[in-house]
């Protein structure tokens, strides 16, 4: 397959795409004539926020610590 450069990334799906055309088969070979790929955007998506909340739980657990 020959393949298009890497889509813009989608912040609904997190994810880019890419598409493929098949450059030649095998004899009898039963290929799709083109398909499409996708990956993670990368470090380009939105930090969770959930990420937050487990480092201020951790900071509360070493206060408790120092505490006792």
């Known amino acids: 397959y ?3 450069a890497w889509g ?3 912040l609904n799906t997190a994810l880019k795409t890419r598409t493929g055309s098949l450059k030649r088969a095998l004899h009898n070979a039963d290929c799709q004539k083109t398909v499409t790929i996708s990956k993670p955007c990368g470090k380009l998506t939105k ?3 959930q990420a937050e909340s487990k480092k201020k739980k951790k900071e509360g657990k070493k206060q408790e610590k120092m505490l006792d």
């Open 2 to 4: 020959q393949f298009q």
């Open 8 to 10: 813009e990334c989608d």
């Open 47 to 49: 930090p969770k926020p």
